[in-house]
């Protein structure tokens, strides 16, 4: 129930693109879903996040739509770009429990030019 | 402005070896820590969470254990290192008590065990 399933395991598109990233859930009480990027040998950086009382938030050219019913959100990435390649992580973590954040299992982007 | 710390970048050690890599943030104050590690395909996975001086919640059962002996003060440490201890290994924080909060990284320790 504390698990965050993130697909797919990695993804190839060319420039303009638009890379889907999905991302599911169990656990109700999870309140808060930010998206991270990680480029090689660095570490993750806050990307976009979202609450459960919108469906949408968008950010640039980066849009998380947000399913409650469904406990799935998912990271769109629009005109993508060769600089958007990197690994992408969704994560998860609620009020009763603000200690840590679930992370899902990372998605490795390639954008071609 | 807050700042992470995590030294060193890369360490090749032979197996059975011990091991410390440490984490130093600066410009807040009684920040929640985080030690990961990350293996190739394996995504991010939560080794070990303090929420104060001496408070460790270890999330897997391994080789390894984490101390907290500052307020920003991690450490991750092993007594005898396993091949299967290679990985990329990241420390961050946050700030307590608040739900929509950023976890800040590392830019992380290569660790290869030989």
């Known amino acids: 129930q504390q698990q965050v399933k993130q697909s797919p395991q990695s993804l190839i598109v060319q420039k303009g693109g638009i890379p889907i990233i999905n991302c599911a859930y169990e656990n109700t009480a999870f309140d808060y879903f930010p998206w991270y990027q990680q480029f090689p040998g660095k570490g993750p950086a806050l990307l976009i996040a979202?609450?459960?009382?919108?469906s949408e938030k968008k950010e640039g050219r980066f849009t998380i739509s947000f399913n409650k019913s469904a406990k799935q959100f998912s990271l769109h990435i629009m005109d993508s770009q060769p600089g958007d390649s990197a690994t992408y992580f969704c994560?998860?973590?609620?009020?009763?429990?603000?200690?840590?954040?679930?992370f899902g299992t990372g998605t490795r982007l390639q954008v071609f030019p | 402005s807050q700042t992470i710390h995590q030294w060193p970048a890369t360490l090749v050690q032979p197996v059975g070896s011990p091991l410390s890599l440490e984490c130093t943030v600066e410009?807040?104050?009684?920040?929640?820590l985080y030690w990961y590690r990350q293996a190739a395909g394996r995504g991010l996975q939560l080794l070990f969470y303090?929420?104060?001086?001496?408070?460790i919640s270890s999330e897997v059962p391994q080789n390894l254990s984490a101390s907290r002996p500052q307020d920003r003060q991690f450490i991750l440490s092993s007594k005898k290192l396993l091949l299967s201890d290679s990985g990329f290994y990241l420390c961050a924080w946050s700030r307590r008590g608040e739900t929509n909060t950023e976890a800040f990284f590392g830019q992380g320790t290569r660790l290869t065990v030989v």
């Open positions: 979202i609450r459960p009382d919108v």
């Open positions: 410009g807040t104050s009684n920040p929640n």
């Open positions: 303090s929420v104060g001086i001496g408070q």
């Open positions: 994560a998860a973590n609620g009020s009763y429990n603000t200690d840590k954040l679930i």
